[in-house]
């Protein structure tokens, strides 16, 4: 089973992760960006050149990832609880974020090539408030350049987050970051 974290940055999902891995301790742990050795190349290239590199580039290097993380990393665990750090709903998200001229069944179509049609089976969404997403990623410094483009552009893809959720209908856990630690383990725990 692979259950997919999205939230924008800083809404906990690393942390979730971490607490569902000590009670689900066979899980495999992954991460898109980053899964692969190719994936981690992007991931480094990305937050440090994300303002030089055109729109359509930055999605196609995320889709090359995605591929490649669904061949080397999902495919192979596939029976396995597969827990992934992001997937293609943030993909799509941060692209129209960037574009909103972007044709979202376009950007679906490209993620189902590139995951051969295996689209996950649960999604837990985490949402925070413009306030949680300040206090959280903007007081500790070190923003990379996904992080520099503002609050107000996080919220823009959390709002396409949002948007995608409801028009796929998956079968989602909706969840507010806001909320304790335990509270969202609680909750996570309970929708597994």
């Given at each position: 089973m692979?259950?997919?974290?999205?939230?924008?940055?800083?809404?906990?999902k690393?942390?979730?992760?971490?607490?569902?891995?000590?009670?689900?301790?066979?899980?495999?742990?992954?991460?898109?960006?980053?899964g692969?050795?190719?994936?981690?190349?992007?991931r480094?290239?990305?937050?440090k050149?994300?303002?030089?590199?055109?729109?359509?580039?930055?999605?196609?290097?995320?889709?090359?990832?995605?591929?490649?993380?669904?061949?080397?990393?999902?495919?192979?665990?596939?029976g396995?609880?597969?827990?992934?750090?992001r997937g293609?709903?943030?993909?799509?998200?941060?692209?129209?974020a960037?574009?909103?001229?972007?044709d979202?069944?376009?950007?679906?179509?490209l993620?189902?090539?590139a995951?051969?049609?295996?689209?996950?089976?649960?999604?837990?969404?985490?949402?925070?408030?413009?306030?949680?997403?300040?206090?959280?990623?903007f007081?500790?410094?070190?923003?990379?350049?996904i992080?520099?483009?503002?609050?107000?552009?996080?919220?823009?893809?959390q709002?396409f987050?949002?948007?995608i959720?409801?028009?796929?209908k998956f079968?989602?856990?909706e969840?507010?970051?806001?909320?304790s630690?335990s509270q969202?383990q609680e909750?996570?725990?309970?929708?597994?």
């Amino acid at each position: 089973m692979l259950i997919t974290f999205e939230g924008i940055d800083g809404v906990g999902k690393s942390t979730q992760i971490s607490l569902l891995k000590e009670f689900k301790p066979s899980a495999i742990i992954t991460k898109e960006p980053g899964g692969t050795e190719f994936g981690s190349w992007v991931r480094e290239f990305l937050l440090k050149n994300a303002s030089k590199v055109c729109n359509k580039a930055e999605i196609l290097l995320f889709l090359a990832d995605r591929a490649e993380h669904y061949e080397k990393v999902i495919k192979p665990n596939y029976g396995n609880l597969v827990l992934s750090d992001r997937g293609f709903i943030s993909g799509i998200a941060y692209a129209m974020a960037n574009d909103d001229n972007l044709d979202i069944s376009e950007l679906l179509n490209l993620n189902k090539f590139a995951l051969n049609g295996d689209l996950g089976d649960k999604f837990i969404f985490l949402k925070a408030s413009k306030e949680l997403i300040k206090d959280r990623l903007f007081t500790r410094g070190n923003s990379d350049d996904i992080e520099k483009r503002g609050v107000e552009y996080l919220m823009r893809v959390q709002g396409f987050m949002s948007i995608i959720f409801a028009d796929l209908k998956f079968n989602v856990l909706e969840i507010d970051a806001g909320l304790s630690v335990s509270q969202i383990q609680e909750e996570i725990r309970k929708f597994i």
